[in-house]
C-alpha cells in the first residue's frame, strides 16, 4: 500500500487546521478523500495519545474554562424528523475547553454531551495534569459546581462569572448576541482574586476555533457527519494550536510558554508524531502475532 510522504502529510494537516474542507484539500492536492479520512483519523488518534502523554505536572496559575457548540449529521431539534432519527450520536455535541489564561495552552478539552457527567470526565482529567494549586473560573453551568468538586476537591480556588443579556428589540441576524447588561461574579471554593475571575481568553479561543476547524463553521454542510471524525478533527487543532501556532501575545506557542516543548514546532514535526505512533502501534500489533499488512 502507498503510503504518503511526510512532507504530503505536513501540507494536508497544513490545510486542516487552517479550515479547508476535505474536498477542497483533495482538490488542491490530488490525494483521494479516503486517504485524507484515513489521515484525519490516524492524526487525531496520534495527537490525543502524544499530548495525553506530554501535558502533565503543568505549571498553570489560571484556568478559565468553557463549552463550544456544534452537532453532528443534524441539530437536535431537528434530529426526530430526519433519516438520523435512530443514530444515537447524532445530534448536538459540545468541546469543553480549558485554557490558561498566562500561557495559553489548551491542557485538557472532551468531547461530548453537555450534561454532569461529561463535565466531571472532563475537570478530573484537566486536575490531573496540574501540577500546582490554580484559580478556575467558568460560566454559569451549574455542571461545573459538581464537576470542579469532584476534581479538584478543596484544593482550588473557583469562581463563576455570569454575563447578563438584555433584549434585542431589533435583531440584525439569526446569530446577533443580545446586548450585555452587566456581569456577577460568585465565589464558588476557596478565595479566588477578583481581578482574575474572567472567561475573556476562553471565549476568545472559541472565536479562534469557529475560524480554524471547518466542521464548526455555522451555516453551511461542512458540519461533522461522525462524532469520531469530530474528535479527530478537535485533536488535531489542539496539537497545531499548543505546539506549531505562534501566539501573537507570547510571540511563541502556548508549548513553549508552559515550558512543555523547548522549540517551535513545524508541520513536519505533527507529520513526525504520527509516524512514531504508526511504528508504535505496529510493534504492539507483531508483539501480539498479529500479522501486518501494507
Not at 505536513?10 to 479520512?37: C, P, Y
Not at 495519545?49 to 505549571?59: E, K, M, S, V
Request: proline content about 3%.
Amino acid at each position: 500500500m502507498n503510503r504518503l510522504s511526510r512532507e504530503r502529510r505536513a501540507q494536508i494537516l497544513g490545510m486542516m487546521v487552517e479550515g479547508v474542507s476535505l474536498r477542497a484539500i483533495a482538490r488542491l492536492t490530488g490525494a483521494s478523500k479516503n486517504t485524507i479520512v484515513r489521515l484525519m483519523e490516524d492524526a487525531g488518534e496520534a495527537f490525543s495519545a502524544y499530548q495525553d502523554r506530554t501535558l502533565r505536572d503543568l505549571p498553570c496559575k489560571r484556568l478559565q474554562l468553557d463549552e463550544i457548540w456544534s452537532f453532528i449529521g443534524v441539530k437536535a431539534r431537528n434530529q426526530p424528523f430526519s433519516k438520523r432519527a435512530a443514530d444515537e450520536t447524532a445530534g448536538d455535541v459540545w468541546c469543553w475547553v480549558g485554557i490558561c489564561a498566562d500561557t495559553k495552552l489548551v491542557p485538557s478539552w472532551l468531547v461530548g454531551d453537555r450534561d454532569g457527567e461529561t463535565a466531571i470526565r472532563f475537570v478530573c482529567d484537566l486536575s490531573r495534569r496540574l501540577a500546582n494549586r490554580v484559580q478556575v473560573t467558568s460560566d454559569g453551568h451549574r455542571a461545573y459546581i459538581e464537576a470542579i468538586e469532584a476534581g479538584f476537591g478543596a484544593d482550588v480556588d473557583y469562581a463563576q462569572l455570569i454575563k447578563l443579556y438584555g433584549e434585542v428589540p431589533h435583531p440584525q441576524g439569526r446569530y446577533s448576541p443580545a446586548q450585555i447588561q452587566g456581569t456577577k461574579t460568585f465565589c464558588c471554593s476557596g478565595n479566588p482574586e477578583p481581578k482574575h475571575i474572567s472567561t475573556s481568553y476562553v471565549e476568545r479561543h472559541n472565536l479562534t476555533m469557529r475560524m480554524s476547524i471547518r466542521r464548526l463553521t455555522r451555516l453551511t454542510n461542512a458540519f461533522s457527519k461522525k462524532i469520531e471524525n469530530h474528535a479527530h478533527a478537535m485533536s488535531t487543532y489542539f496539537m497545531n494550536y499548543n505546539f506549531v501556532r505562534i501566539h501573537q501575545t507570547l510571540r511563541a506557542t502556548p508549548a513553549m510558554a508552559a515550558g512543555v516543548s523547548a522549540k517551535l514546532w513545524d508541520l513536519t514535526d505533527m507529520a513526525r508524531v504520527i509516524e512514531d505512533w504508526e511504528s508504535e502501534r505496529a510493534a504492539e500489533r507483531i508483539a501480539r502475532g498479529e500479522r501486518l499488512v501494507g
